[in-house]
């Protein structure tokens, strides 16, 4: 993350579209500010003390402090600020985690003034009845409007559990293009849930998206090229069979 700077100044800027950068304390924060061109950041914390030592190196609850010094200092400068939970369902180390330390988290990144907390299935482990249940949990503290879903897609799941969390209200998915991501401390889970994937559900349950799907497939073959590795997006790869 050390070429932040030059990423976001030299991405092309469109209206309406958020650019957030990720901010772990407020060293980081401080770099940020030098920047000029950031209007948003993204604060993380976890669910899993282990997880959060070996990420942050600090405890779920002396990360939580250090992260609403930094976002009471975001909004102090006029940036928005968005919250991000981790391990939401499970922990490469500690195993299944407890939904109530899920609410506890988010609650206090909402308090703190993040205008919305994404939770993170960060190994990619749930699946309708757990994400289910966690949702529940979590929405007796922080309202579904509030929230949105960030699912790994290690063992397929990840769509049926943004199901999910559409049936209970959340409209906000994180994606990533081709299935780009993933977690260098836990072996094994894959990235995020393919945009293609998710755009090409969505229309069909009659969400408008805004998103033109072929662009966005033509998007993700060229990265793909780019890095040298498989689309893991079943949607691009159906549609380039498609042009073959």
Sequence with gaps: MGDHQEVIEKIAKFPNVSYP????NLAGLKNVLKNGHVTEIAVFGAASDTFSMKNVNANVE???????EVTKAALEEGLKVRGYVSCVIGCPYEGKINSSVVARVAEALVDAGCYEVSLG???GVGSAGSVSSMLDTVMKSVPPNRLAVHF????GQALANVIIAIEKGIR???SSVAGLGGCPYAAGATGNLAT???VYMLNDLGF????DLNKLVDTSTWICAKMG???????????NAKKL
Excluded at 21 to 24: A, I, M
Excluded at 229 to 239: F, G, K, L
């Design 196 to 198: 293609e994937d998710l």
């Design 152 to 155: 790994h897609d290690t063992y």
């Design 62 to 68: 002396d990360s939580l402090k250090k992260l609403q």
């Design 229 to 239: 590795r498989r689309n893991a997006s079943r949607v691009a790869n159906a549609i």
């Design 21 to 24: 950068v990720l901010v772990p």
């Design 121 to 123: 299935d960060t190994i």
């Design 208 to 211: 408008d998206t805004g998103v």
């Design 172 to 174: 906000v998915a994180d």
